[in-house]
């Protein structure tokens, strides 16, 4: 692979992950597109990474406006060979204490809007000989987990999405990469989940090395790739015997029950 004939958009470039990866691939010698919602961290990072050739574009991807400011931003590069489709929201809590509103903004940030804006770019992507759509899912796009339920929902979509997207597009040169991390320490996962992960002994890993794997797949040209151990066990006996795993988070249910009612008490103050 060589990245400096890379052009790749990254959304959720502020984010823990998505800041490393450009971190990363803008020292491998890629031209970035960062996408976020916040100009003040989109230009922190710009200034960080000290790269004339990389831009940023502010957009809310739920939005239709959102998904035409992207597109005119890549079209401003003149092309596209990379889409990196980070940008993503937690859903931590009690499906019963969710409302319409927590269901629109994590179903549509993590799912629709990854759906949209690959929709919009894939005929830029199809221009190139060879070009890469990357989806980062999770574990639990795997496992259905408690306390989870509309994170599960939409990374599960993300997954399937993304397993459809390989197959469907076989021999038009788009290669699509499915990316499945586990507990990573991020913002997404502060404050209660954190604890929660403390509570369980749940193994976190770093931005650094998720972002590493993910360059890693891509340099690999590994169609799926899923972090973590035991986690990549639970992802195959899920699939096989999901009665052992369903026994086996029962077990925890009344820890994580604990987690989740205080994260909605906190949020109720």
């Not at 940023?56 to 060979?81: C, K, M, P, R, S």
Request: charged letters at 15%; proline letters at 3%.
């Amino acid at each position: 692979m060589n990245w400096q004939d890379q052009v790749c958009l990254i959304t959720g470039a502020t984010g823990g992950i998505g800041k490393e990866i450009a971190r990363q691939l803008s020292q491998l010698g890629a031209t970035l597109i960062l996408h976020g919602r916040n100009e003040v961290t989109l230009r922190a990072l710009l200034n960080e990474l000290n790269n004339q050739r990389h831009s940023y574009v502010i957009a809310d991807l739920a939005t239709e406006v959102g998904v035409d400011n992207v597109f005119n931003a890549v079209n401003q590069h003149g092309g596209l060979t990379m889409l990196i489709n980070n940008a993503g929201v937690s859903g931590f809590g009690l499906f019963e204490q969710t409302s319409n509103h927590q269901i629109n903004k994590v179903i549509g940030t993590n799912l629709t809007a990854t759906i949209s804006l690959t929709l919009r770019l894939l005929p830029l992507l199809k221009l190139q000989s060879h070009s890469y759509l990357v989806n980062v899912g999770s574990v639990f796009g795997s496992i259905g987990y408690p306390s989870q339920a509309l994170y599960c929902a939409s990374k599960f979509g993300i997954k399937g999405f993304s397993e459809s997207l390989y197959r469907e597009l076989h021999g038009t040169g788009v290669n699509v990469h499915y990316f499945a991390p586990r507990a990573t320490d991020t913002t997404i996962n502060a404050g209660e989940v954190s604890a929660l992960n403390k509570a369980l002994g749940t193994k976190v890993d770093s931005p650094v090395y998720v972002a590493q794997e993910l360059i890693q797949q891509i340099n690999k040209q590994q169609p799926r790739k899923t972090l973590g151990w035991p986690e990549r066990l639970f992802v195959k006996i899920n699939a096989v015997f999901p009665s052992i795993v369903d026994s086996a988070l029962v077990k925890q249910l009344p820890i994580i029950k604990r987690y989740a009612n205080f994260a909605v008490s906190e949020a109720k103050i």
